[in-house]
């Protein structure tokens, strides 16, 4: 793949000069249709070899567009702040809404050959990093990503003479570091590696696109033609498909809803009982989120649950235990026109808690495979894949040290309603109750099926999933209060 782009190409400054205004015409008008559209958005991934003209190159379409509408983000080193949370926290922070162009210098490529160069991770673990990185492409791709990726290339006597170039002319000089020179020392042992990470992830939703970088005038139009073929694709018209174009899978556990349904719901803590367990489990679940190990952990705790199950009151207890200056509780509803320009799992990200921090969530991701299925919000095809790309989303959370809790709390039909009448008449609950609830009501087979399909699929044990008998709330409240305090004890022992 790479030799492919060692050709010599050049393009003479004469032939330059009649086809840049052009060009430059062309993608202006193209990137405006984009931003009017809300088509997108478009997603370019430059990487490349030291000293190819990564950054001349983005510098070049940034020159040529409309800057409003284009975002150029370079990835080096983390900073603390970056350092602090799941490595792919930083390039969900950096993606562009619908409508927009993003250029990500390095991204997610870079770090991955880094780390094995430098001998911080070996052959294992780069395969596990390239195969995240294909569920991630596969997943901007599914939610409308138009991605773009350019590999600048350089043969290394190319590479060592346009080092030198950039270093004998003052007005250049200071592009060159040390880092670029040390990049062309170790040129060898990292071609095999370039290969073997360009191969592995040029996809037919994301390929690669190999660009030679010797002449900057060819290298310029060369990936600006090519943003431009994928402009006008994007913008071009498509089919009506169907809403629900395919048929979900039957459950893979038969007769799932007995999941829901086997659940004891009079299982009861006397009231005098409460109080001292409250305090107890409190106390704990205080104390370890205070441990000094805690300040290399993160917890995420999600709340689902029926309609009227004491969500918000377990909540409050887990609050009780914890500083004020350690959490956020995020309640999650409709998603809002700036989240809908986003992938559905992009405002999540946003959301993540820093090393020693608690984010709470009164609902969560889930959504996508419960209200979001059951009312018919998004396509059998949407929520079929959440299922998978929740998963991984868990796996990325854990995998940067956070401890993922989460809880369904369930109460039987006849309770829901005998609290949804207790609010309507409760002058300080009413606010609680809404038209929605009673219509959620009337879809209860609906909404426990889609529960029990999401426990089946998501209960990992990574993350497992906490079913809550909430008909006691007095119950519900320690069991998930033991549970947090168990989970983060045995995080804290490995």
């Given at each position: 793949?790479?030799?492919?782009?060692?050709?010599?190409?050049?393009?003479?400054?004469?032939?330059?000069?009649?086809?840049?205004?052009?060009?430059?015409?062309?993608?202006?008008?193209?990137?405006?249709?984009?931003?009017?559209?809300?088509?997108?958005?478009?997603?370019?991934?430059?990487?490349?070899?030291?000293?190819?003209?990564?950054?001349?190159?983005?510098?070049?379409?940034?020159?040529?567009?409309?800057?409003?509408?284009?975002?150029?983000?370079?990835?080096?080193?983390?900073?603390?702040?970056?350092?602090?949370?799941?490595?792919?926290?930083?390039?969900?922070?950096?993606?562009?809404?619908?409508?927009?162009?993003?250029?990500?210098?390095?991204?997610?490529?870079?770090?991955?050959?880094?780390?094995?160069?430098?001998?911080?991770?070996?052959?294992?673990?780069?395969?596990?990093?390239?195969?995240?990185?294909?569920?991630?492409?596969?997943?901007?791709?599914?939610?409308?990503?138009?991605?773009?990726?350019?590999?600048?290339?350089?043969?290394?006597?190319?590479?060592?003479?346009?080092?030198?170039?950039?270093?004998?002319?003052?007005?250049?000089?200071?592009?060159?570091?040390?880092?670029?020179?040390?990049?062309?020392?170790?040129?060898?042992?990292?071609?095999?590696?370039?290969?073997?990470?360009?191969?592995?992830?040029?996809?037919?939703?994301?390929?690669?696109?190999?660009?030679?970088?010797?002449?900057?005038?060819?290298?310029?139009?060369?990936?600006?033609?090519?943003?431009?073929?994928?402009?006008?694709?994007?913008?071009?018209?498509?089919p009506a498909t169907p809403k629900h174009a395919i048929t979900p899978p039957a459950p893979s556990v038969i007769d799932n809803v007995k999941l829901?349904?086997?659940?004891?719901?009079?299982?009861?803590?006397?009231?005098?009982?409460?109080?001292?367990?409250?305090?107890?489990?409190?106390?704990?679940?205080?104390?370890?989120?205070?441990?000094?190990?805690?300040?290399?952990?993160?917890?995420?705790?999600?709340?689902?649950?029926?309609?009227?199950?004491?969500?918000?009151?377990?909540?409050?207890?887990?609050?009780?235990?914890?500083?004020?200056?350690?959490?956020?509780?995020?309640?999650?509803?409709?998603?809002?026109?700036?989240?809908?320009?986003?992938?559905?799992?992009?405002?999540?990200?946003?959301?993540?808690?820093?090393?020693?921090?608690?984010?709470?969530?009164?609902?969560?991701?889930?959504?996508?495979?419960?209200?979001?299925?059951?009312?018919?919000?998004?396509?059998?095809?949407?929520?079929?894949?959440?299922?998978?790309?929740?998963?991984?989303?868990?796996?990325?959370?854990?995998?940067?040290?956070?401890?993922?809790?989460?809880?369904?709390?369930?109460?039987?039909?006849?309770?829901?309603?005998?609290?949804?009448?207790?609010?309507?008449?409760?002058?300080?609950?009413?606010?609680?109750?809404?038209?929605?609830?009673?219509?959620?009501?009337?879809?209860?087979?609906?909404?426990?099926?889609?529960?029990?399909?999401?426990?089946?699929?998501?209960?990992?044990?990574?993350?497992?999933?906490?079913?809550?008998?909430?008909?006691?709330?007095?119950?519900?409240?320690?069991?998930?209060?033991?549970?947090?305090?168990?989970?983060?004890?045995?995080?804290?022992?490995?």
């Amino acid at each position: 793949m790479l030799e492919s782009a060692e050709i010599g190409h050049k393009v003479p400054k004469q032939v330059y000069a009649r086809e840049e205004p052009k060009l430059r015409e062309l993608l202006l008008n193209a990137q405006f249709d984009l931003s009017q559209s809300g088509r997108g958005p478009l997603l370019l991934v430059i990487s490349g070899v030291e000293g190819g003209g990564r950054g001349e190159t983005a510098n070049k379409l940034t020159e040529w567009m409309d800057p409003r509408h284009i975002h150029v983000v370079a990835f080096g080193a983390r900073v603390p702040e970056e350092a602090a949370r799941p490595r792919a926290w930083r390039y969900w922070r950096s993606l562009p809404p619908k409508g927009k162009i993003g250029i990500l210098m390095n991204a997610w490529y870079n770090e991955a050959m880094l780390a094995h160069v430098q001998g911080k991770i070996d052959v294992d673990q780069v395969n596990t990093r390239v195969q995240a990185i294909r569920e991630h492409e596969q997943m901007l791709t599914d939610e409308g990503f138009v991605l773009l990726k350019f590999w600048i290339h350089l043969s290394k006597a190319a590479q060592k003479q346009r080092l030198q170039e950039l270093e004998r002319d003052p007005t250049t000089a200071w592009r060159v570091t040390r880092e670029d020179w040390k990049a062309y020392r170790i040129y060898n042992k990292a071609h095999e590696l370039w290969e073997c990470l360009l191969r592995e992830t040029s996809t037919g939703v994301a390929p690669w696109h190999v660009v030679e970088g010797a002449d900057g005038r060819y290298r310029y139009l060369t990936v600006g033609k090519i943003l431009l073929e994928s402009l006008r694709a994007t913008l071009a018209p498509r089919p009506a498909t169907p809403k629900h174009a395919i048929t979900p899978p039957a459950p893979s556990v038969i007769d799932n809803v007995k999941l829901i349904r086997d659940l004891d719901l009079s299982k009861r803590l006397p009231v005098k009982a409460y109080d001292h367990e409250l305090e107890k489990h409190q106390g704990k679940l205080a104390t370890l989120t205070r441990h000094k190990r805690f300040a290399k952990r993160s917890l995420i705790l999600v709340f689902e649950g029926v309609d009227a199950a004491g969500k918000g009151g377990a909540i409050r207890r887990v609050t009780g235990a914890l500083d004020a200056r350690q959490y956020v509780t995020v309640p999650v509803a409709a998603p809002t026109e700036e989240e809908r320009a986003f992938p559905y799992l992009w405002r999540f990200w946003r959301n993540v808690p820093r090393y020693g921090g608690v984010t709470i969530f009164d609902r969560s991701w889930y959504g996508r495979v419960l209200v979001e299925r059951v009312e018919g919000y998004c396509s059998v095809y949407d929520w079929m894949r959440a299922y998978d790309e929740i998963n991984q989303f868990e796996e990325q959370l854990t995998r940067g040290n956070a401890v993922v809790v989460k809880f369904w709390l369930q109460i039987s039909k006849a309770e829901q309603l005998r609290r949804f009448r207790a609010r309507e008449r409760s002058p300080f609950k009413r606010f609680k109750i809404t038209a929605d609830d009673w219509r959620n009501r009337k879809k209860w087979n609906a909404y426990e099926q889609a529960v029990c399909d999401m426990v089946d699929r998501t209960s990992t044990e990574i993350a497992p999933w906490t079913l809550v008998e909430a008909e006691d709330k007095y119950y519900a409240r320690i069991k998930v209060l033991q549970t947090i305090a168990d989970r983060v004890k045995r995080a804290l022992a490995r």
